[in-house]
């Protein structure tokens, strides 16, 4: 089984442009998490999804971010206009069901650079 | 809310060297407990867990044992390779049954030969 699929793998980008992070999980797994890693405030829970739907957006840092979950096989994380605090690792990760032990599968990151 | 906490690193041992690398948490109620663990350039990989009190999860020849009593849920190594060399992140999923995970600050290993 493939793993959860992130794209782009590495994305330099300038100041104001806008960024689209894309992701597809594990098949037949019903959530949907971005997280994002930086040095100074670790992992964050930005959004989680379950069938398409999001249910917590509460780590969002602000309007500028935005996801979407259009399938159960993609979903997007925008950031418009970027600033250069963005620059981070943007992780997609999935699971089959939402309890406490569930395992979460990581993607292999989005490594963002704004400049 | 729930937290979890690391001991800071880097952490720096010579091969065949034992590791521990704490872990503490705060949560309401019955969490599960993870590590996780990232090598250079990759994303998170599952590297054990365990679901309630008293459970010792193990891989790889790392093991850590849940620990109500002391909120604790440390992990160890007898002897570390230089293929270890990661970042670990002890994480929790509470009880209320969302599936998402609340990580640590992550604790990085370099095992020299």
């Known amino acids: 089984d493939a793993g959860v699929i992130q794209s782009p793998r590495h994305e330099v980008t300038e100041m104001g442009q806008e960024v689209t992070l894309r992701c597809k999980p594990i098949?037949?797994?019903?959530?949907l998490f971005w997280y994002r890693q930086t040095m100074m405030r670790g992992l964050e829970l930005l959004i989680y999804?379950?069938?398409?739907?999001?249910?917590?957006d509460s780590g969002m840092p602000e309007d500028r971010f935005s996801a979407k979950m259009p399938n159960a096989s993609f979903s997007t994380l925008k950031i418009q206009p970027s600033e250069p605090r963005d620059s981070a690792v943007y992780f997609c990760?999935?699971?089959?069901?939402?309890?406490?032990?569930?395992?979460?599968?990581f993607g292999e990151g989005s490594w963002l650079t704004v400049v | 809310g729930n937290s979890v906490t690391q001991m800071e690193g880097p952490v720096t041992l010579s091969e065949e060297a034992f590791l521990t690398i704490n872990c503490t948490y705060t949560?309401?109620?019955?969490?599960?407990l993870f590590w996780y663990v990232q090598y250079p350039g990759e994303g998170l990989q599952l590297l054990l867990k365990a679901t309630k009190a008293d459970d010792k999860g193990s891989n790889k020849g790392f093991e850590a044992t849940y620990r109500k009593e002391t909120t604790s849920f440390h992990l160890e190594k007898g002897s570390v390779q230089v293929s270890d060399s990661a970042v670990y992140f002890c994480a929790l999923s509470g009880s209320s049954n969302t599936g998402k995970l609340i990580f640590g600050q992550g604790t990085t290993l370099q095992v020299k030969p």
């Open positions: 999804f379950n069938n398409n739907v999001p249910i917590d």
């Open positions: 990760a999935s699971s089959l069901m939402a309890f406490s032990g569930n395992t979460i599968y």
């Open positions: 098949s037949g797994h019903d959530y």
């Open positions: 949560a309401t109620g019955y969490p599960s």
